[in-house]
């Protein structure tokens, strides 16, 4: 999340003035399957599943779109269901995370050949709810979840079964602290993957991210985008053509007292009210943990970073998304 000593000297300082209209937004990072909404904190039960309710004030705040993350096999059958009671509102991803690497790797033969049948399967359906490929990819900063090496093979094997069936899907990849690696390691693949696909939550260097932009990836930017200033510079640089945006809930929360919140939050709509885990409330947000409906938040930091309008960053990020992803829109005039 945000560090709330962060430098801002040297990028713009203005807060971006209120939108003249309603904005919409696709928030392209959500992971339902987390623990947080399911009313479980460090392992205690506090309040009821109501991840429902997170999308009921999402769409109240303009999120008219959200991609639910496939962690692994386990969520397939969650997120589907999910989407398939908010079939305009809810696409999923299908895929393994880094974090369940070897999940995959016992698994073998037999897991990679359920993934392909839930895949398969998913893909026939009528309107069709998987919007992407994954989350794979790579990240060093938690290998007490899998090490690098069985990080490697899930990521490879993947994608290999990826360009072996054809699918034709955008990639929704993971990189954090293995920038070299996971370029080294997707770059083979480029030319059959023509839809390329979204590095979401990236924190990194400005040349990090032109490199992946290089390579024809976008960029997601949320609230761990804006921890220190490398990755406020790198999201200042961004262009345009290439960001979207999202909130990674219910992690990535932007806290107030942060200095991007000080400096480029001051016009932002407030937010729903919220209450302690202990005090749950179904109207209400739960304190420290993120959801949907922050999407403007997130638009208004970038949009500060950058010296622009949140107008044209919540365009930008909507247009971009739409056309990677498609979210129910492909041929429709929006």
Not at 81 to 92: D, H, K, L, V
Not at 183 to 190: A, Q, R, S
Not at 287 to 313: H, I, P, Q, W
Request: net charge negative; glycine share 6%.
């Amino acid at each position: 999340m945000a560090s709330q000593s962060v430098d801002l000297s040297g990028l713009p300082q203005k807060a971006p003035p209120k939108p003249s209209k309603r904005l919409r937004f696709a928030d392209v990072a959500v992971t339902a399957t987390a623990n947080e909404f399911d009313g479980i904190y460090r392992n205690k039960k506090y309040h009821t599943s109501d991840f429902v309710n997170t999308l009921d004030r999402a769409m109240a705040a303009g999120v008219e779109k959200v991609m639910l993350t496939g962690m692994s096999l386990s969520d397939v059958s969650v997120n589907l269901a999910i989407a398939q009671s908010r079939p305009a509102q809810c696409f999923t991803t299908i895929g393994v995370h880094p974090y369940h690497a070897a999940e995959l790797d016992e698994g073998g033969v037999a897991y990679l050949e359920k993934l392909t049948e839930s895949l398969r399967a998913t893909l026939a359906m009528t309107p069709c709810p998987v919007a992407a490929f994954g989350e794979l990819g790579l990240d060093y900063d938690r290998l007490n979840h899998a090490p690098k090496d069985v990080q490697i093979r899930a990521f490879k094997v993947q994608l290999d079964l990826f360009v072996e069936n054809g699918w034709d899907l955008p990639l929704f990849l993971h990189c954090r602290a293995a920038f070299d690696d996971f370029v080294d390691i997707i770059t083979p693949y480029l030319e059959r993957l023509p839809r390329r696909g979204l590095v979401h939550s990236f924190v990194g260097s400005i040349v990090q991210m032109q490199k992946l932009v290089e390579l024809g990836f976008d960029i997601s930017i949320n609230g761990f985008s804006f921890k220190d200033r490398e990755s406020l510079d790198m999201v200042a640089a961004v262009p345009l053509e290439h960001l979207q945006i999202e909130t990674d809930a219910p992690w990535g929360e932007i806290k107030s007292g942060s200095e991007v919140a000080k400096q480029y939050l001051t016009n932002a709509s407030p937010l729903p009210p919220s209450k302690k885990r202990d005090k749950w409330d179904a109207a209400c947000m739960v304190k420290e943990r993120n959801e949907s409906c922050t999407m403007e938040r997130v638009a208004y930091v970038v949009a500060g970073l950058k010296g622009t309008t949140v107008e044209e960053v919540a365009e930008v990020a909507w247009k971009n998304s739409v056309n990677m992803f498609g979210l129910g829109l492909v041929g429709v005039k929006t």
